[in-house]
């Protein structure tokens, strides 16, 4: 019979009641540190509008008021290609394919972007967002000198293959597994993070759209225990407690797997002249970066210029519409992408944050190349 937990798989229907106390689909008991939807941002219903439903005019009304705000309010990037000893050896060995090198030129310039950033410190909690295999945080304990005092926090919502884990089973420092949606963790609370009071770094390599969000929001909400009274021994006022959280190093991509409820920087948009509408058509030509036309495209685009001659009731300025976003399709979605990354900036500046994006390989080694920095002021004390 089917499994009335999970109807994907079956058991014995005389061994039901033992099943269900066993199956991996059963309700589990929650953690403390488990808050539902602690990170989420809104609980409404998603607003969820396609380009297909969308006018042309109306679509190139968009485009122009994403020219102007990116003009307006996007600094460029710079580009910073940085490598780390720790992987220059295989960097170098020709047993590794292009495929392979690729991932480890992504790997060396986020640690040598950490390091950089002196986030490589002993002492630290490291937390992987969306670890995977934990390959990320293997070579960050490797590149991490006398990295005993410090611990890792590998976050993911799957079940993997903890492949690197094995490393780190006998000696150095603890490697802890939580296995939960970013959206519900209260990092916090976590048990090892409450009691030790550590400083915290947040990283990824490659967190998928509203994943990013989610651990800003988590990141960005770590504040230590507050004092028992908020005046100093001199009777003057505290300054304000910094977050727990010292740095965040976070590899971008699929924008346009963003949504609007979690998204942390809907008050730029706000600002901006952009609503949750404009927000999801975004998140749609966001992909239009990485999709280069084919040489079927541009032949279709030819026949529709032909037809658009012939035919006296199409509208001319249309079609010269959408000729423009359909010709500049690709720097369009490359400014969408920089828009909802500068909304996530300033979320972070907001909560006390220097934080900037930079290129940190070539496009030629990965099209999402561009890495999220945040550090507060009590890192370089």
Known sequence: MQCPLDPQHTCFASKLESHLKKCNAREMPKPNYYRKNINAGLTASPIKVTLADTSTADLHELVEKIETIYKDHVPEIATEILTHEVLRQRLQDPYYGSFAQKHLQQQASILGHMEQLGLLKNGHCFVEFGAGKGQMSHWVQQASPHSEDSHFVLVDRGANRYKFDSFHKEE????????????????SEIPSIKEKHTPIIGFSKHLCGAATDLALCCLASTLPPPPSDNTSAT?????????????????LCCHHRSDWNSYVGKRAFSEWGLSAADFSLICGMTSWATCKLTDAGEQANSRDNADSKTDVTVNHDENVAANAVRWDREQVGGKCKRLIDHGRILYMKERGFDCRVRFYVDSSVSPENVLLIATNDDNTR
């Open 235 to 251: 009777g003057l006022p505290e300054e304000p407690t910094l977050h727990q959280c010292r740095g965040v190093v976070i590899a």
């Open 172 to 187: 150095g420092p603890a490697f802890e597994r939580i296995r939960m949606d970013i959206a519900h963790l209260n990092l």
